[in-house]
């Protein structure tokens, strides 16, 4: 008996989430391709495989020169003022989008001693939070939350930071460190910051700016890393990764990472069958640039208090507000 190509590659299970994503999303038409769009960093991090694949990324020559690095020398040469300003009163530290919780070292660090002080990760990843209690608690200083709020989008933040306001803990210092902001609509999200903090809370926001050429941007984002993340996403739909390739656009502002389907093939799952012709894209994140205007201009629409900070090649901005 012989099989055809298609027949031999293994079954994939199929995430349900995501899948769901991709139905109530459908796909719009852009002459004869279908665009299916299920850009969304919650989806990016809904196991521990997709997770880990993250802090890889992160541990990339690129992205830790360009990223972390050059966010971390930014907070190390403006710690002061900005311990400064969150003042001496006992603080909460929300840590969105925590990561394995590296960059709120460098706070808890100068914070210890000044301050009381309690570390609260959020995360969607169960695997983030977990790697950011053990790194902070290994400090041993200060107290680290855990409650059902650690393992929580962004829209429960205003629902977070008020039940985290117990005791003498009345004051947020909310960190969205890591390029985070870029991977939403800014507008949404600032709002929905900026209604959960309270008068005198800090929020402090790492992002890159944009000052380079549309293919220099590019460059950095047709990174093998990224790949190896992001077809985590796509994979789980149920299509098997040889029929995927990996591309970056940008348009409207943003980067644009997608995979185009190469070969013809089908997913049946919760009693639905999704047909994908050759050549659909899916495009599975977005990141939204903007120059140091445009940035600072955003800020000040939702804080009267800001400052911000850049890197010396102007790519990068740390920018702190006070409500």
Same mark, same amino acid.
């Given at each position: 008996?012989?099989?055809?190509? *298609?027949?031999? *590659? ?13 139905? *109530? ?11 299916? !769009?299920?850009?969304?960093?919650? $989806? ?5 495989? %997709? ?12 992205? %830790? ?6 966010? @971390? ?14 003042? !001496? ?6 840590? #969105? ?8 070292? $460098?706070?808890? +660090? ?11 990760? @959020? ?6 939070? %977990? *790697? ?27 629902? @977070? ?11 947020? $210092? @909310? ?5 985070? #902001? ?20 800090? #929020?402090?926001?790492? !992002? ?21 993340? #992001? ?5 789980? $739909? ?34 639905? &069958?999704?047909?994908? !012709? &050759? ?12 120059? +140091? ?6 800020? +000040? ?23």
């Amino acid at each position: 008996m012989f099989f055809n190509k *298609k027949e031999q *590659k293994p079954k994939i299970q199929v995430n349900d989430l995501i899948f769901k994503e991709l139905i *109530k999303r459908g796909y719009s038409l852009e002459g004869n391709t279908r665009i299916w !769009n299920i850009a969304d960093s919650k $989806l990016w991090y809904l196991t521990p495989q %997709q997770a880990q694949a993250f802090l890889d990324l992160e541990q990339s020559e690129d992205y %830790q020169e360009n990223v972390i690095q050059v966010e @971390i020398d930014l907070i190390n040469r403006n710690i002061s003022e900005i311990i400064n300003k969150v003042g !001496n009163e006992p603080v909460n530290i929300i840590d #969105l989008g925590c990561g394995d919780g590296k960059k709120a070292v $460098l706070f808890i +660090k100068h914070l210890s001693g000044k301050t009381r002080f309690r570390y609260c990760p @959020i995360d969607i990843s169960s695997y983030m939070v %977990q *790697k950011a209690m053990e790194r902070i608690k290994a400090m041993n200083q200060g107290e680290v939350v855990e409650s059902k709020w650690n393992i929580s989008d962004f829209e429960n933040i205003e629902n @977070i930071s008020s039940l985290l306001r117990q005791g003498e803990f009345r004051k947020n $210092l @909310i960190l969205l460190l890591g390029n985070t #902001l870029g991977n939403f609509e800014i507008n949404e999200l600032l709002y929905q910051i900026r209604s959960a903090m309270k008068e005198g809370d800090i #929020l402090l926001i790492g !992002n890159g700016l944009n000052t380079k050429s549309i293919q220099d941007i590019l460059k950095a984002y047709n990174n093998p890393f990224l790949d190896h993340m #992001l077809i985590k996403t796509v994979t789980q $739909l149920g299509i098997n990764k040889d029929d995927l390739r990996y591309g970056a656009r940008f348009r409207n502002s943003r980067v644009e990472m997608y995979y185009t389907i190469i070969e013809d093939c089908s997913v049946s799952f919760l009693g639905k &069958r999704v047909n994908f !012709n &050759r050549g659909d894209q899916i495009v599975v994140a977005t990141s939204y640039k903007y120059d +140091k205007h445009e940035f600072m201009s955003f800020m +000040k629409m939702y804080f009267d208090d800001v400052k911000m900070f850049v890197s010396a090649d102007q790519g990068y901005a740390l920018v702190l507000c006070k409500k």
